[in-house]
């Protein structure tokens, strides 16, 4: 059973910066296209990053030139480089291959607010 785990959320200024990891049992995750998505309140989950074996990245236009997704394969992580936060970037975040093939985490809250 893949078991994801979502880490590195927080309560950060509007500017400041975020490094939001998922790791996971199970998967070797670079064999999967993974993606980064979010939930505010009174919202629907949305997808927010992309990456697919090979490397290749896409961004939702909210966050493109600010956030960054890459892996780590020495510890089977996937990661999300954010910076330049704003207040309509604060929701839960949680990883998942694209499409959101295996069972949700628990997420991580990023809150940005001054």
């Known amino acids: 059973q893949v078991q994801l785990v979502e880490s590195g959320g927080g309560l950060v200024q509007p500017g400041g910066s975020l490094r939001l990891s998922c790791a996971a049992s199970?998967?070797?995750?670079?064999?999967?296209?993974m993606a980064w998505f979010r939930q505010a309140p009174g919202k629907k989950r949305e997808w927010v990053a992309v990456?697919?074996?090979?490397?290749?990245?896409n961004y939702v236009d909210s966050v493109k030139g600010r956030f960054t997704i890459s892996w780590d394969n020495a510890k089977n992580t996937v990661t999300l480089q954010m910076n330049s936060l704003k207040p309509e970037d604060t929701a839960v975040y949680y990883c998942?291959?694209?499409?959101?093939?295996?069972?949700w985490g628990q997420g991580t809250q990023v809150t940005v607010s001054s």
């Open positions: 199970g998967i070797i995750f670079s064999i999967y296209t």
């Open positions: 990456i697919r074996s090979g490397g290749y990245t």
């Open positions: 998942n291959a694209d499409g959101g093939l295996f069972e």
